[in-house]
């Protein structure tokens, strides 16, 4: 079966949203990485990672929540620049950090940005590109997060390891104003949303059908499983693992091609196979990263091809979740569900980051303990994912089936 093929018009936008997403996704993504240098620079204890990561997702959340109430009734251009060039000045004052607190600060103000430039991004996408060819542009848009680890986490490394941790900040700020400049110009004016009657169920109406609540809580366990594990990948392989400082950028560079490979055959699969199958897939390589990596790490298999698998792993399950996600909301409600999605997939990368932090110690050579134990509860809730996935979809049909039958009658 020959998949639908984007038009020039779509293809245009979904590049423009996802090079602004690239922005947006190394902004959080380089921090983690970072954490051994943040250790050594300014004395902040190995096991507080989960907490500088949390910090930036429990902003997120927050101003996700505010933003389901009013992003809908703004034109999508003029909101997504805005929130843009927030998250660029708040993301240049974390090069100024100078302890643990002045840094936790300039991460929650990048949050406070970032969260609902998510949603926006995904609601534009949402706006212009039909159901049949959605989960290809998603996973070109999705494809961001990859190019981040391929090209943005490498190169922040090097950045911080030849002068120091404030240098990746100051570059990806300087490169989130030029291309937020540029979706501000190429991007067309999108108020279609606006033209479109409201809902009749009210302002929280789609927010809490079967369909929504159950697709946000499969959000929020992914999320919280993931983030337990996320911000400590970096301080495990160096301390706890002897993984050489100086190849941790050759780490995420291999682990981001991976995934940036499998990114692109995910979309395509998704449209081809559906959501459920592929996530299930993914749910598999995902536990047995887990498995291997961080429960009981097997000196037979090489830290380059776990950690790839993990990547992998996380497009494999993200592109169909949010694929699904884009069919939950009535149009007019698009960029509250989606910022509604954002906030609790924030709440929930937040919860895991806090949580991982609080059961997580270290010794003093600053090798992490405790991270196995983390790990059994991120299999847990990784592994319950997919049943979660399936009621969504099938709940998803059953409405789709009626809305036919009413139709067909009416």
């Known amino acids: 079966m020959t998949q639908p093929n984007l038009s020039s018009r779509e293809r245009s936008i979904v590049l423009i949203v996802a090079a602004v997403q690239f922005v947006n996704i190394l902004d959080f993504m380089m921090v983690m990485p970072l954490g051994p240098d943040f250790a050594r620079e300014l004395g902040v204890p190995t096991s507080m990672m989960g907490a500088v990561g949390g910090t930036y997702t429990l902003a997120a959340a927050l101003s996700g929540v505010a933003g389901s109430f009013f992003l809908d009734r703004f034109e999508r251009r003029k909101v997504f620049t805005w929130l843009m060039t927030g998250l660029a000045l708040a993301t240049a004052l974390g090069g100024f950090a100078f302890n643990l607190a002045s840094l936790l600060a300039a991460r929650v103000l990048a949050g406070v940005f970032g969260g609902p430039a998510t949603s926006v991004a995904l609601a534009i996408v949402t706006d212009t590109v039909p159901t049949e060819r959605r989960g290809k542009a998603l996973g070109v848009v999705g494809s961001s997060f990859a ?61 809490l059908s079967p369909s929504s609540l159950l697709c946000l809580g499969g959000m929020g366990l992914v999320m919280l499983g993931v983030f337990s594990i996320v911000p400590n990948i970096a301080t495990f392989v160096e301390f706890n693992l002897g993984y050489p400082r100086e190849l941790l950028g050759t780490l995420y560079l291999v682990g981001g091609i991976a995934s940036f490979i499998a990114v ?46 993990f990547m992998v792993s996380g497009s494999s399950r993200m592109v169909p979740l949010q694929t699904l996600s884009t069919r939950v909301p009535e149009p007019a409600a698009r960029a509250r569900f989606m910022s509604a999605q954002s906030a609790v997939q924030h709440f929930a990368s937040a919860a895991g980051a806090f949580m991982s932090s609080a059961f997580l110690a270290a010794d003093p050579r600053g090798r992490l303990i405790g991270l196995d134990y983390v790990a059994y509860v991120a299999l847990g809730l990784a592994l319950a994912a997919p049943v979660v996935v399936w009621f969504v979809d099938r709940s998803l049909a059953t409405r789709d089936a009626l809305t036919r039958l009413t139709s067909a009658t009416g």
């Open 147 to 207: 190019v981040a680890s391929v090209l943005g986490v490498p190169a922040g490394l090097e950045l911080s390891r030849l002068f120091n941790f404030r240098a990746p900040f100051f570059a990806v700020a300087a490169l989130g104003l030029l291309v937020t400049l540029a979706a501000r110009v190429m991007l067309p004016e999108l108020r279609a949303h606006l033209d479109r009657p409201r809902e009749k169920t009210g302002r929280g109406g789609s927010l």
């Open 264 to 309: 692109r055959l995910v979309g395509r699969a998704v449209d081809r196979f559906g959501a459920v199958s592929v996530f299930a897939f993914g749910t598999l390589l995902h536990a047995f990263a887990l498995v291997f990596g961080f429960i009981h790490p097997s000196q037979s298999l090489p830290i380059l091809f776990v950690f790839s698998v």
